[in-house]
Each structure stands twice: as C-alpha cells, then as structure tokens.
T-cell receptor, first 114, second 111 residues
C-alpha cells in the first residue's frame, strides 16, 4: 500500500520557538494532503488541507499565521508551528489520499512544548 | 456539518466477537471508513463502505445502512493485539475528501 512518512517523529522545544514537521508521500504523488491534530484521549481533528502549488485551506478556529503550511511538491507538505506554546503540545498527523477512497496516514509527530 | 457517534469503550475477551457501532449525521454522505489506532501510533485503515451492505476483510467486517445513517465494525476471533481505539470516519465533502472522525471507541480485550 501507499506509504506516508513524517519527520521528526517527536520533538521537544521551548516555548516561543518554531517547529517544522515534514510529511512525505513515498511512493505516490499527492496533490492534496491533510494535517490533523489529536490531543490525548481525543479524536483526530482536521486542521488544514494542504494543496500543491496553492494556499492551504484552514478549518475554522485554526490560526493560519500560527500553523504555516507549505506544499512545495507533489510529495512533500510541511507544517510549521510558529512561536509554539505549551497548549500546542499534541500529536500531529498528516495524511494523503490516493485515487481511491483510502487515506494513508503518516506515523505522526508528537510535539511537546515546555 | 458532520458528527459521528460511537460508544466510548467496549470490553471483550479473547476469541469473542465484538461490534462497534457508529451513527452519523452529515450534510452529504460519501462513504464510511474505519481506522484502528494503537496507543502512541497513527491510524491505520481497516475498511470502507461506500454502499449498503457488508464488507469483509479477514477477521474484520464492516456494515453500512445509509437509510439508517448507521454502520458498524465487527471484529471476530478477538486477539489481545486488537486492543486499540477504533474510529469511524466519513469524508467531509465530495472534493477534498478530508475526514471527519468519530469520537472513537476504546476496545479492551481481556484474556
């Protein structure tokens, strides 16, 4: 099946710093990727849709200036959490969809902001 | 908008059969998927129903009734490794296909 990778798998940073998370589709091209966030013991919530070659689409309540998304190629989308604060600590997961209905998820990035 | 409701927890013993239900309310409907997530891991795809009926994949089966806005995941011959959270999910719209996830059901398999 299709493979999606994320890097890093976990990161610890100080409050106020920025963190970049990469999401790659390894064996297929993805014009659209999705970024989700999951807090402990909660469900996944869509943050934004990353579109190759155009601006990302953010869900209501997600600050686009805080969560910068760049989809520079058909296999790479990046999420940058700017000026991270402890409340941004979460599990960030990207996904990409092939031509079918299946979405393939990356392994996730666990962010801890101290 | 969309909402998908699931029971929060289910407990069963090894070798048993368990059914996890999902009821949904959506402005449009584009199919129902099921995902498994172990603690600390990412969701992995289990099954998809685009039409009414039963889809079988090994020990896992999924059922959909669009007229009832209802689906379920059936796990047979439960194993300890099946202990995980299970989410139903539905595409938000016909274009992007981003997913709205249900609240999740934590399955605990006991020996």
């Amino acid at each position: 099946g299709a493979v999606v990778s994320q890097h890093p798998s976990w990161v610890i940073c100080k409050s106020g710093t920025s963190v970049k998370i990469e999401c790659r589709s390894l064996d297929f091209q993805a014009t659209t990727m999705f970024w989700y966030r999951q807090f402990p013991k909660q469900s996944l919530m869509l943050m934004a849709t990353s579109n190759e070659g155009s601006k990302a689409t953010y869900e209501q309540g997600v600050e686009k200036d805080k969560f910068l998304i760049n989809h520079a190629s058909l296999t790479l989308s990046t999420l940058t959490v700017t000026s991270a604060h402890p409340e941004d600590s979460s599990f960030y997961i990207c996904s990409a969809r092939t031509q079918g209905e299946t979405q393939y998820f990356g392994p996730g990035t666990r962010l801890l902001v101290l | 908008g969309q909402s998908l409701e699931q029971p929060s927890e289910v407990t069963a013993v090894e070798g048993a059969i368990v059914q996890i239900n999902c009821t949904y309310q959506t402005s449009g409907f584009y199919g129902l998927s099921w995902y498994q997530q172990h603690d600390g891991g990412a969701p992995t795809f289990l099954s998809y129903n685009g039409l009414d009926g039963l889809e079988e994949t090994g020990r896992f089966s999924s059922f959909l009734s669009r007229s009832d806005s209802y689906g379920y995941l059936l796990l047979q011959e439960l194993q300890m490794k099946d202990s995980a959270s299970y989410f139903c999910a539905a595409p938000m719209d016909t274009g992007r296909r981003a997913l709205t996830f249900g609240s999740g059901t934590r399955l605990q398999v006991q020996p």
